[in-house]
C-alpha cells in the first residue's frame, strides 16, 4: 500500500492539532481543558430530547413507588450539599432489571430498579447516582459529541486525501478510523469515567453518605462477573483500577464526610 504524500499527511495530521487548539472550556469541577463546541441549552436540549426518548421506550414508575421515592431523596440531598448547578433536574426510576444508571446533560437522571440488586444501601446508591450527575455537571455528554464532531471532520479530510476509492486507500481510511477510536475515544472515555468517580466519591461524602461504600459498591460490581474486553479497549476503567483510584482518593473523601457530620 502506497504511502500517502506529505501534503496528505499534514491534512490528516491537522485532526490532532485542531483537538490540541480547541480545547476551549475547562471542567467546572477539576479544571481540566475540554473541547466543547455546543452550547449549554444545546446540550440540555439533546438531554432532554433523549430523556423523552427514554421514557418512551421503558416503563416509568410512579411517582409514589418507594425506590422512585427513595432515589429522588438521594439526589436531592446530593444536589443540596454540593450546591450543583441549577438545572431542570428530573430524576425517575425505570422498571429495568440491568444494574444501572445514567445523567444526561442538563440534569435528567434515571436509575434502573436492577440497581437495587447491587446496590444495596443508600450511600452505594449515592455512589452510582453521584458518579452520574458528575458527567453531567463536567459536560462529559457534550464534550463527546464535540469529540465525535471534530473526528468525523477529520476523518472527511483523510479520506479526501487519500483518495478512499481504490482498495488500499480505503483500508488506509479503516486504519484511520481504528486509530481514531482506539486513540482518542477510548482513552477520553475512561478520562470520564475515572473523572466521574472522583467527583462523584466527594459529592457523596459532602451529603454525609460514608464514601468507604463506593469500594464495596465496585467490589460487589466486579463479584457479578462477566467477561470482559481488556482496559485499553473499554471504556470504562477496570474495577480494579477503578478501586485502586478510589482508595487514594479517601483520605480526602473522609475528611469530607467527617466535616458533613459523619464517623470514621
Known sequence: MALPSPPRLSRIASLGAVLALCACAANPVTGRQQLILVSGAQ???????????????????????????????????????????????????FADDTANAFALPG???????????????????AAVIGHEIAHA???????????????????QLG???????????????????????LGIVLPYSRTHESEADEI????????????????TLWQSMAAQGGERPPEFLSTHPSEGSRIENLQRLMPRALDLYRKAGGEG
Open 200 to 215: 462523584g466519591l466527594f459529592y457523596m461524602a459532602r451529603a454525609g453518605y460514608d464514601p468507604r461504600e463506593a469500594i
Open 137 to 155: 455537571v463536567s459536560r462529559h455528554g457534550e464534550e463527546r459529541v464535540s469529540q465525535q464532531m471534530v473526528i468525523g471532520t477529520g476523518l
Open 107 to 125: 440534569g435528567k437522571v434515571g436509575v434502573n430498579t436492577g440497581l437495587a440488586k447491587v446496590a444495596r444501601s443508600d450511600a452505594q446508591l
Open 43 to 93: 446540550g440540555a436540549e439533546m438531554g432532554a430530547q433523549a430523556y423523552r426518548d427514554i421514557k418512551k421506550e421503558k416503563p416509568v414508575l410512579p411517582a409514589g413507588n418507594a425506590y422512585t421515592q427513595r432515589i429522588r431523596a438521594i439526589t436531592e440531598r446530593l444536589i443540596k450539599a454540593n450546591d450543583l448547578p441549577a438545572y431542570d433536574w428530573e430524576v425517575n426510576a
Open 159 to 181: 479520506s479526501a486525501a487519500l483518495g478512499a476509492g481504490a482498495g488500499g486507500n480505503a483500508q488506509a481510511v479503516a486504519l484511520m478510523e481504528q486509530a481514531a477510536t
